[in-house]
């Protein structure tokens, strides 16, 4: 448990977490308990006990968030709840990110991936996360509100990145800090949510997006929502949103760059897509993104390699038995997704970066890169989605070199390779 109070967060923080977690499992086995961020924790790397938390007995357990990210967000986002309430937002976030839904976006997301790729490829260096991010937020932004004029998504775009700054700070009210800045630009992007929402009421546009969902609401009394509910659970989604599925991205293009015998392969399979195309000019359609075995299995084990979400957070709400352990009420649990994806006795190798490994469903419970339950990712397809078109108009129109080293592991907090990846894009030269 460490040292009184502080516990191992120093040893935590001072070396790579993952090192941290997977020392501690093969001192102590897959349960064992710490002391971090000023809670007693119970680790658990184990596919059955992480079953058993997420899947088996959630209502045991709570989901917890730091202070500064809840009053950012708003505490009425889903994950932050449980039961009925949780319930509820969560059926209108699945009806919204469906893939009956999802798929009708691929014109949209095919804009969006190449207007990306042509204002890299200048000649200048990028990096590559912050690009990545920029693609996808304005996916997030699509599929929450449908069609949005420029202005708004500029002022949407603009005041989230200053609240997006005050997720890991400390969460003081004293003017002048980044965390009472991103306070104020919370509020402003309340009041933006407000006007998109009076004209969306008024013109009676209730679309089949993620808005139009929370619009609709009515429980059993007719109750609907309220605006800040509806503004919490925005803001909650492009929060789930966006960096997760840019450090993904930026992995992707880290792992087919240092191998490049993969990266001809998969070049080749996103050729024939194109040869097979049922789109017009350069269209990606649906059925074209199921052509892809290779590409898919890249995201696959690019989502278990880099396991951006190493752990998630939950909270026992009782005392709780399990395989002889006693787990008392108030201490933190944390499912150790990486440790889980790392271990050779469920992925041979577990290192090396090899997507012919999905040609075998991994075993049941090993693989969460979505996490598992009922606050399992809900946008799940969406991400896997918009990957797809982006890796198939980079892969069959550009070319990119890395820029300078990029062998370390950053965390933002989500680790991604160091300097965010920087790379050079050029457009590769059309034969047509
Ligand atoms: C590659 C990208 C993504 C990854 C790796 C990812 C991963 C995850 C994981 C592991 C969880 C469960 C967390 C927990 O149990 O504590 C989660 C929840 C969630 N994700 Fe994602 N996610 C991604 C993209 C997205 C996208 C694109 C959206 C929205 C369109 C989204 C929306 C959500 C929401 C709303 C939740 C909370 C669900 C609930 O509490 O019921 N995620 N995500």
Redesign the pocket.
């Not at 969460?368 to 946008?379: E, K, L, R, T, V």
């Given at each position: 448990m460490g040292w009184p109070c502080i516990g191992e967060t120093l040893q935590m923080y001072s070396q790579n977490p993952n090192v941290f977690f997977t020392s501690r499992q093969k001192r102590y086995g897959d349960i064992f308990k710490t002391h971090i961020l000023g809670y007693p924790c119970v680790m658990l790397a184990s596919p059955e006990a992480a079953r058993f938390v997420?899947v088996e007995q959630p209502h045991l357990f709570k989901?917890t968030y730091p202070k500064s990210k809840e009053n950012l967000i708003g505490p009425s986002?889903?994950?932050f709840?449980t039961g009925n309430y949780?319930a509820r937002?969560?059926k209108l976030?699945q009806a919204s990110?469906s893939p009956e839904v999802t798929r009708k976006l691929i014109p949209v997301i095919n804009r969006l991936a190449i207007s990306s790729l042509e204002s890299w490829a200048n000649g200048e260096v990028i990096n590559t996360f912050h690009e990545m991010k920029k693609f996808?937020f304005e996916?997030?932004i699509l599929?929450?509100f449908g069609q949005l004029n420029k202005t708004y998504t500029d002022k949407l775009k603009e005041n989230y990145s200053i609240v997006e700054k005050g997720y890991n700070g400390f969460p003081t009210k004293l003017p002048g800090t980044a965390y009472h800045r991103s306070l104020m630009a919370r509020r402003r992007l309340s009041r933006i949510f407000g006007e998109i929402m009076r004209e969306r009421k008024e013109n009676k546009l209730f679309a089949n997006n993620l808005l139009g969902h929370l619009l609709n609401f009515r429980d059993e009394n007719g109750n609907t929502l309220s605006d800040e509910q509806i503004a919490d659970n925005i803001i909650?989604?492009l929060f789930?949103?966006?960096d997760?599925?840019a450090?993904?991205l930026t992995w992707i293009l880290k792992y087919l760059s240092d191998d490049p015998k993969l990266l001809d392969a998969v070049k080749e399979e996103q050729k024939a897509v194109c040869e097979s195309g049922d789109g017009e000019n350069q269209a990606l359609t649906w059925s074209m993104t199921r052509k892809m075995p290779l590409t898919y299995r890249v995201i696959l084990e690019s989502?278990r390699k880099a396991s951006?979400?190493s752990f998630?957070?939950?909270e026992a709400t009782v005392d709780v038995e399990y395989d002889g352990y006693l787990i008392p009420k108030g201490w933190k649990v944390m499912p150790l997704?990486r440790n889980i994806h790392h271990n050779p006795e469920f992925f041979n190798d577990p290192e090396n970066f090899d997507p012919f490994r999905f040609q075998n469903p991994p075993k049941p419970n090993t693989y969460?890169?979505?996490?598992?339950?009922?606050?399992?990712?809900?946008?799940?397809e969406?991400?896997?989605l918009?990957?797809l078109v982006l890796l198939h108009h980079m892969l069959t129109k550009y070319r990119w070199e890395l820029v300078g080293s990029s062998n370390l592991i950053q965390y933002s907090p989500f680790p991604i390779p160091e300097n965010g990846l920087r790379a050079r894009f050029t457009k590769k030269f059309d034969r047509k």
């Open positions: 997420l989901p986002a889903l994950f709840h949780h937002m969560r976030v990110f996808a996916v997030g599929s929450i909650g989604v789930a949103a966006q997760t599925t450090s993904v989502l951006i979400i998630t957070f939950r997704f969460m890169p979505f996490g598992n339950g009922i606050h399992a990712c809900p946008g799940n969406l991400a896997k918009e990957m």
